[in-house]
Every structure is written in structure tokens, then in C-alpha cells.
């Protein structure tokens, strides 16, 4: 029989923390369009996900996606990008701590 030990924890590593590791960084646009029925005034639309700077790739599909199938003409797009952990900042840990 088995024996089951309540010590080990399996632990999962967040995937976000992954793409910040793999150089994704938490990337916001502000997005202007049109309105269909209205296209003299101008809607506002954040956008907020992981994306890798200065290219952009996720934040280039979503446009392309939001060009293709929606109504509202893009009229500007604004970014905003910051690296929230780089390889600078980790450290091997010389401890491991257990709570709960």
C-alpha cells in the first residue's frame, strides 16, 4: 500500500511570471475608435496583457483581430509598457519556507 505524505506539496508556477520570465511584460493601449453609428465621436478601450516590447506581437494581433471583425475604426492607439522582472532581479533562494 501507498503511503501518502501530507509534507509534499505539489506547487505550480504561475504561467504570467513565465512570459515575464521568457521577456513579456505587462503592456496596457488605450485604444481610440469610432463609433458605427456615430462616427464623429471617438470611444475609448483599454487593452491590458503580457506582451513583449518594442514589437508588440499580442497587442498586433488584437489590432489586426479588431480590424478584421469589428465595426469601429481604430482611430489611435496609445502603449504603455513596463519589465515587471528581469534577470537582473533573480536570485537563487537559499531557503525554503512552507505556510499553511
Known amino acids: 500500500m501507498p503511503v501518502q505524505s501530507s509534507a509534499i506539496v505539489p506547487h505550480r508556477v504561475d504561467p504570467d511570471f513565465i512570459r515575464q520570465i521568457e521577456g513579456y511584460s505587462l503592456t496596457t493601449a488605450e485604444i481610440l475608435y469610432r463609433m458605427p453609428d456615430h462616427p464623429l465621436f471617438l470611444q475609448t478601450y483599454l487593452w491590458q496583457n503580457y506582451d513583449q516590447a518594442p514589437y508588440f506581437p499580442v497587442l498586433k494581433r488584437f489590432l489586426a483581430f479588431w ?20 534577470a537582473c532581479e533573480l536570485q537563487v533562494a537559499r531557503s525554503l519556507t512552507y505556510l499553511h
Not at 71 to 86: P, Q
Request: a neutral charge; aromatic letters at 0%; glycine letters at 10%.
Open 67 to 86: 480590424e478584421q471583425n469589428l465595426d469601429g475604426r481604430l482611430h489611435s492607439v496609445t502603449i504603455a509598457s513596463s519589465r515587471l522582472v528581469g
